[in-house]
């Protein structure tokens, strides 16, 4: 659906019982609106959780992956898609970064 004016929501939870008998839970989400679609998707189970949340706008997708393993150590891990770190900090920071004109052009001469 590519009209602008459409808005959409899914879910879906999976539940099933591993060899050990502890549950997995997986969880899918998405919201859409125009080209702007926010995707979720969780894994649970006895050993290790798994987060990704991905951000769409046209064709530029932001993911940020977390991973939790048995022993409880973490990993995260962002993927840019058509967009690189620097831009995207930009488009994230400027707005926030109005009242420090200052520091403005010393980052966009690190990006561009």
Do not use: W, Y
Request: one cysteine or more; charged letters at 30%.
């Amino acid at each position: 659906m590519n009209d602008p004016h459409s808005h959409v929501f899914t879910q879906s939870t999976m539940v099933t019982i591993g060899e050990d008998g502890q549950p997995r839970v997986v969880e899918n989400s998405v919201r859409k609106s125009g080209d702007v679609k926010e995707t979720r998707r969780s894994l649970r189970d006895g050993e290790r959780e798994e987060m990704a949340i991905g951000h769409t706008i046209g064709d530029r997708t932001h993911i940020i992956e977390k991973k939790r393993d048995k022993d409880g150590n973490v990993r995260r891990q962002q993927r840019f898609v058509n967009l690189d770190e620097c831009k995207f900090f930009l488009l994230s920071v400027i707005p926030c970064l109005c009242l420090l004109c200052l520091r403005v052009p010393l980052l966009l001469q690190q990006c561009f």
